[in-house]
């Protein structure tokens, strides 16, 4: 979920449907004077087919059409506890706590730094977007950055309460304790330690 500050933040970016977007249609609910008649909960029947900003992202949280938010909840699923390639994944600053990602799975956010700089920067389409490695790296690559494993990521600290893809590997293992008890270790590598 998003950082309580997003609630009081008039600053926060926030993604805006077109109003030629079929999701928009859905959550209008437009009667016949086109006037949108919200409602407090929409299940979407079908796949929409997206217009502008809805293609240029791979998840949607929160949309606002007008003074209204629509926040997307997803179906509960099963994501396998090990995965090839994991990457580390870092909140804000390097001193805090990290851990491996799924770089097939919208699990962070970009962290672009220029040549050389361990502070990086964003390239996001909304406050709070996440979205697949591959994608972060692309990000990056349009404003001619690379993912880096950096100190600090910019911006107002509550915008960057997530987390975000480094170029670190990470590793997967399984513990496995006497009583057949196990957990899972994530063993992230450190650029700055090779």
């Not at 016949?32 to 217009?51: A, G, Y």
């Not at 990602?101 to 050389?116: T, V």
């Not at 700089?117 to 490695?133: C, H, I, L, P, Q």
């Not at 997530?162 to 006497?178: A, G, P």
């Amino acid at each position: 979920s998003e950082p309580i500050e997003f609630q009081t933040d008039d600053t926060i970016q926030r993604m805006e449907l077109n109003l030629s977007s079929f999701l928009r249609q859905e959550l209008c609910n437009p009667n016949e004077l086109e006037e949108c008649q919200f409602q407090s909960k929409v299940v979407l029947s079908n796949s929409k087919t997206c217009i502008g900003i809805e293609c240029e992202v791979e998840s949607i949280r929160v949309v606002q059409i007008g003074t209204i938010f629509y926040e997307y909840v997803r179906t509960p699923c099963v994501n396998q506890a090990f995965y090839n390639d994991a990457k580390k994944i870092s909140p804000y600053s390097r001193s805090h706590s990290v851990m491996c990602g799924n770089p097939a799975l919208d699990e962070a956010s970009e962290a672009c730094c220029s040549f050389a700089s361990t502070t990086a920067t964003r390239n996001a389409k909304y406050d709070g977007e996440r979205m697949r490695f591959s994608t972060a790296t692309e990000r990056c690559k349009e404003v001619s950055k690379n993912i880096c494993d950096f100190s600090s990521v910019g911006g107002d600290r509550h915008k960057i309460s997530n987390y975000f893809w480094t170029s670190d590997d990470c590793q997967l293992r399984l513990k496995i304790r006497r009583d057949g008890m196990i957990a899972i270790i994530h063993q992230p590598f450190d650029s700055s330690n090779r």
